[in-house]
């Protein structure tokens, strides 16, 4: 059967530090891949999807960025924190673009 | 841009009384219309989802059903039971992405 896997679960982080978030998926091949914010309270806000190795597609223009060095990882980075990137992230895959998403765990970010 | 509203923000029923979600979408190329449950404290899952070909689909007490023309489509639970509390998440997809609600906070009084 198929697994997600994020981490980690949670993190503290002082503004102007570097982020890097890791996700990866077992059991399937060549997965969709996003990266999700959630705000407290609020819904979920597309950040980052993947459709193959190599291969992102930004949503909305931040502080972010996103990698897939391999089939089944998809990283989220960033060189210098804001305030304003503290939320909970949550990684998803899915077989076909407009599917079933399957979320991991998500990681909870303040920034300090 | 393009964006999903969801209505309410928050909706209080009786145990076993009906409760009803609804959403409206702005992109008229949407064809794939999710509604996923996030319980408190885990994360979100898939309860039903409908394309833009049928108008109504059911799953045991959950049915969503979808109007192209007025670009709504909500979420019906009947029957509503304790553990049918939490927060529902509407989403409008075309090509490779969704647009999410803001959610919609489901209280089951008892």
């Known amino acids: 059967s198929q697994t997600i896997h994020q981490w980690p679960a949670t993190l503290v982080q002082p503004v102007g530090s570097p982020l890097s978030l890791e996700c990866t998926v077992e059991g399937t091949s060549n997965p969709n891949l996003y990266w999700y914010r959630q705000a407290a309270g609020r819904g979920l806000q597309l950040l980052f999807y993947?459709?193959?190795?190599?291969?992102i597609s930004s949503e909305v223009p931040q502080n972010l960025s996103a990698s897939r060095p391999q089939d089944r990882q998809f990283i989220l980075s960033s060189k210098k924190l804001l305030l304003s990137d503290s939320g909970f992230y949550l990684c998803?895959?899915?077989?076909?673009?407009?599917?079933?998403?399957?979320f991991g765990p998500g990681t909870r970010l303040t920034v300090l | 841009g393009e964006n999903v509203e969801q209505h309410p923000s928050t909706l209080s029923v009786q145990e076993g009384d009906s409760a009803v979600i609804k959403c409206t979408y702005s992109d008229s190329a949407s064809n794939y219309f999710p509604w996923y449950k996030q319980e408190l404290g885990k994360r979100p899952q898939l309860i039903i989802d409908?394309?833009?070909n049928v108008g109504e689909k059911k799953d045991q007490r959950i049915a969503v059903t979808l109007n192209k023309t007025a670009k709504h489509f909500s979420l019906h639970i009947t029957e509503t039971q304790p553990e049918d509390s939490a927060v529902y998440f509407c989403?409008?997809?075309?090509?490779?992405?969704?647009?999410w609600g803001a959610g919609t906070k489901l209280i089951i009084k008892p």
């Open positions: 409908i394309r833009s």
């Open positions: 989403a409008a997809g075309s090509n490779y992405q969704l647009i």
């Open positions: 998803a895959w899915g077989e076909r673009p407009l599917g079933e998403q399957f």
């Open positions: 993947s459709v193959g190795i190599g291969q």
